[in-house]
């Protein structure tokens, strides 16, 4: 089976473009930590997460707000017709201006699967880097990525691990998507 880079297509002319996600705190504003949205975990949301735009512009199916997947409900309703339930969670969002549902995509995979040999180039953080933030081995730069197909198993959505900054789907995916119709999608085979 084949893989691709999930992300949003950013040259769909007056489309709209995500602002980072907010939740209230104490009567104010706060930046929501996106980061743990990349982790592969379920997560329990206790405070209405909202989405700004800036500049407004047409809404996609499809749209990344900072890194974070959000999603029309159509996707929702496909990877519930595909059976991916174990493997992504919806979250419920508010998107400035927009009355229909709206959702993060949150995988619940990471998988340790990048072909370092295949890839254009790859950096990793060591020790003498000073980072105690980041991990040894963990992925500093992937350029070209490519992954190990063997080492996925059955997965069709997923991260891969050490560079959890891409959204990974399956070829069966990708097409359900594009005969969706579903906007805003954009791929890159890895």
């Not at 199916?61 to 017709?81: C, K, N, Q, T, Y």
Request: with cysteine.
């Amino acid at each position: 089976m084949r893989y691709y880079d999930l992300y949003d297509n950013v040259y769909i002319p007056g489309r709209w473009h995500l602002r980072m996600p907010l939740y209230e705190e104490d009567g104010r504003e706060e930046l929501f930590n996106a980061w743990r949205f990349k982790e592969g975990q379920f997560l329990s949301i206790d405070k209405p997460i909202r989405i700004s735009m800036k500049p407004a512009g047409r809404p996609l199916e499809f749209s990344l707000a900072r890194g974070v997947p959000i999603v029309h409900h159509r996707v929702v309703s496909l990877f519930e017709r595909l059976g991916l339930q174990k493997e992504v969670q919806f979250i419920p969002v508010e998107v400035e201006g927009q009355a229909e549902p709206w959702f993060i995509l949150n995988a619940l995979q990471v998988i340790r699967c990048i072909d370092d040999a295949r890839c254009e180039e790859v950096l990793h953080w060591l020790p003498e880097d000073n980072r105690p933030d980041k991990e040894a081995g963990e992925y500093r730069n992937v350029s070209g990525l490519k992954i190990d197909p063997e080492k996925l198993g059955e997965a069709h959505v997923f991260r891969p691990w050490g560079w959890k900054v891409i959204l990974i789907v399956s070829e069966h995916v990708k097409l359900a998507l594009e005969e969706e119709g579903i906007t805003g999608t954009k791929f890159i085979e890895v």
